[in-house]
């Protein structure tokens, strides 16, 4: 089974500075997508970012990348310019590839606890 | 204009109770998903139903049971409430094996 580990339960940055999550995974498997969510306090999980395993190029989303190294299992996101509005939870997740239909389901880690300091 | 709702947003009820919790996607989606967030914040799977077809049953206790009366609907009911099933519960949908779009969630209290 896949497991997805966030080794830092809660971090702290400067607004407008900038903030690297760590997010690690373990699996067998070639080919595999992984996501970073947000959930703010209002709960809403929102996604940030998608990659996907055969792409070599790290994806990006305006102040939001990520920093892929699939040998290394290794797939971090890096939060540019920090805002108030980024301060939530941020969860790594890993989806399996099926053989139809797309019907897994995500594998969370436990989450990193983003504080933006004024 | 909501992709993923549920209801109710909460729930207070006693042990012992039986209760639902509905779930509806207008995005055209053929997979939808329940997870459960436990005190610690923690997700996990619990149900994903793919064309009316259940997919993934993750060591969830009978008590609890997925019904979809249709591609948009997944509906989580639950039996004999318990103390330990008081969480937050998500409904989620996506297309394939394309991203997940979730509900706004469902705070789930037993007393």
């Known amino acids: 089974a896949q497991t997805v580990t966030q080794s830092q339960p809660e971090m702290s940055v400067q607004e407008a500075e900038t903030v690297t999550l760590s997010c690690t995974y373990d699996t067998s498997e070639s080919d595999y997508y992984l996501f970073w969510y947000k959930q703010p306090p209002s709960r809403q999980m929102i996604l940030v970012i998608r990659?996907?395993?055969?792409?070599?190029q790290n994806a990006t989303e305006n102040r939001f990348s990520v920093n892929f190294q699939k040998a290394a299992k290794s797939f971090s996101l890096k939060i540019s310019d920090s805002q108030l509005g980024d301060a939530a939870m941020y969860f790594c997740a890993y989806r399996s590839p099926s053989a139809g239909g797309g019907a897994d389901g995500l594998t969370f880690g436990k989450g990193t606890h983003l504080i933006i300091q004024p | 204009d909501t992709a993923v709702s549920q209801t109710p947003k909460y729930l207070v009820t006693q042990m012992g109770n039986d209760k639902s919790i509905k779930c509806e996607q207008n995005l055209g989606h053929d997979t939808m998903y329940w997870y459960k967030q436990d005190s610690k914040k923690f997700l996990k799977i619990m149900f994903s139903y793919n064309n009316k077809e259940l997919i993934i049953n993750e060591t969830v206790p009978n008590r609890f049971s997925p019904k979809s009366p249709d591609k948009a609907h997944l509906n989580l009911h639950i039996n004999s409430l318990e103390l330990g099933d008081s969480a937050v519960y998500f409904c989620a949908s996506s297309q394939g094996k394309r991203t997940q779009f979730f509900g706004p969630g469902t705070r789930l209290t037993v007393l």
């Open positions: 990659q996907e395993a055969y792409k070599q």
